[in-house]
């Protein structure tokens, strides 16, 4: 996991159309590399392929910062970048020798999966929100919390089996799960507002 960003969604959006500002790329890459590689992933593009879809997107984004003005009354971030990684995709998709599907232009797989796309990169937004809450989360929380969070809601595992591997009361268990599924909520929400 990576280190909590203290960085507003609109505050680092602005940064990263500063050619001068090196650690905004960083903190974007990493809270975006993952979920761009996930989505390809789920798309069929993997490995290296994968690789050079998230290089594309973040070169494209490089070329287009440079004169990006953050206004979420002209629209989402997250819709543009989605435009962007579906695009970068294509393209790979486009060049690779694998490549039976017989799709000869980017309509072609916007009509042909549009839901399906949508629904594929809101669960990514989703699982990208639930990682940063988690890094929020791990910093606030004692290590005994975080671990029966860890086994009894994550895992699965039963209350009681988790209650004796971690030596602490079933009411523990379920108080660390309580607590911390409130905080996450909070932080998600806040997540959520920031973006406009």
């Known amino acids: 996991m990576y280190a909590q960003s203290t960085t507003t969604h609109g505050t680092l959006l602005a940064r990263i159309a500063n050619p001068a500002d090196p650690m905004a790329w960083s903190e974007f890459c990493r809270q975006y590399e993952r979920m761009i590689r996930s989505f390809a992933a789920r798309q069929g593009v993997v490995g290296a392929e994968a690789d050079d879809v998230v290089q594309e997107v973040l070169i494209s984004l490089t070329k287009a910062m440079t004169s990006f003005e953050y206004d979420p009354a002209k629209g989402k971030f997250r819709s543009y970048l989605k435009t962007v990684v ?3 995709i294509y393209r790979r998709r486009q060049k690779s020798p694998s490549n039976v599907s017989g799709l000869e232009s980017m309509a072609d797989i916007a009509a042909a999966d549009d839901e399906s796309l949508d629904a594929v990169w809101e669960e990514e ?3 990208q929100h639930l990682r940063r809450a988690m890094c929020t989360v791990e910093s606030e929380f004692n ?4 671990k029966c969070f860890q ?3 994550l895992n699965g595992d039963d209350a009681a089996e988790v209650s ?3 030596d602490v009361s079933v009411g523990q268990v379920y108080n660390a799960k309580h607590r911390i599924l409130t905080r996450l909520r909070a932080v998600i929400a806040a997540q959520v507002e920031d973006e406009g």
Not at 143 to 146: E, H, I, M, N, Q
């Open 164 to 166: 004796k591997r971690y």
């Open 151 to 153: 086994s009894y809601v």
């Open 125 to 127: 937004w989703r699982q």
């Open 143 to 146: 290590s005994s919390d975080l």
């Open 86 to 88: 579906v695009r970068a």
